[in-house]
């Protein structure tokens, strides 16, 4: 696994993120982002009581925080269908504890934003869907026409708990930021954690993208060091090449980066192809392959 020395990290940056997250301006940038929700605060209050005295509310949340007595509320937990079929486990948190969580990864994303790979495309600020197509229509131009689509089965589910905190730990510095993210992980009810325990990203923390692609990151570097073109957006990804045997050359290579991550392959959604436009990357259509690859 990829290490965050201290010889890359931005000291002054990261300095003391726990006490940034413990401050009125952090936690009301957060409750911007979930003011409008039709949830509730806590078992007991709505959004909109607390909205009526929402300094106080913060001044609690900070002195929980700093005390160490804060401690979040179970996951209320549903299935929903999937658009192929089955269905998938989702977590609400409570908006108290959603509004933390939010607070953590205003503090927090920025420093993981200087170490993430440019190739990588979902969940992160100013990222989106057409500019991880427009990379993979940029590579297909210049020549690397064949393509290994695939994505990680079950990703967020099947992510080990310790080895995301101890990159969550090696980030921040801050063992006091870490040991948030442990009390979420342990929200998740037992009857739900369906590979065992300290096992799986609950979909539905705010927090749980951003320790999806901190986890991945290791994947991206891998791809890249062995020269792999590339694109990924969460869990699906799509390696490039030039020839249909690159294109199964690199899908192998990245099975094996995968699983050594713990993770692997979705064998049911993992193809190798030429460009074209009948075919379709995240909802979008593809170009043409047309070209050679140019040297």
Not at 34 to 52: A, D, M
Not at 71 to 84: A, E, G, I, T
Not at 258 to 282: D, H, I, M, P, Q
């Amino acid at each position: 696994m990829t290490v965050y020395t201290s010889e890359n990290r931005v000291a002054d940056i990261m300095a003391y993120l726990f006490d940034k997250v413990c401050t009125f301006d952090v936690l009301n940038l957060a409750w911007q982002s979930i003011r409008k929700n039709k949830g509730q605060w806590t078992p007991k209050l709505s959004i909109q009581e607390v909205e009526t005295e929402l300094d106080w509310h913060f001044e609690s949340i900070i002195r929980e925080l700093q005390s160490g007595h804060y401690r979040p509320y179970s996951l209320n937990c549903f299935d929903v269908p999937k658009s192929c079929g089955g269905r998938r486990l989702v977590c609400a948190p409570y908006a108290r504890d959603k509004l933390i969580q939010r607070a953590v990864i205003l503090v927090l994303e920025p420093i993981a934003e200087q170490f993430f790979h440019p190739a990588s495309f979902g969940y992160r600020p100013l990222c989106t869907i057409d500019m991880a197509l427009s990379r993979v229509r940029e590579w297909v131009r210049q020549g690397y026409i064949w393509l290994g689509d695939t994505d990680i089965t079950a990703c967020f589910d099947s992510i080990p708990q310790d080895p995301v905190l101890n990159l969550v730990d090696l980030l921040s510095d801050d063992s006091r930021l870490t040991n948030l993210f442990a009390l979420w992980f342990e929200t998740l009810p037992l009857r739900h954690r369906y590979r065992g325990d300290r096992i799986g990203l609950p979909q539905g923390l705010v927090v749980s993208p951003l320790l999806c692609n901190l986890y991945l990151h290791d994947l991206d570097m891998d791809l890249e060091e062995a020269g792999i073109p590339f694109v990924r957006y969460a869990d699906n990804f799509m390696v490039m090449a030039g020839d249909e045997e690159g294109a199964y050359t690199a899908l192998e290579f990245a099975a094996n980066s995968v699983a050594r991550l713990g993770l692997e392959l979705n064998g049911e959604k993992t193809c190798v192809l030429k460009s074209r436009s009948s075919y379709r990357f995240l909802g979008k259509r593809l170009p043409t392959a047309r070209a050679r690859i140019l040297l």
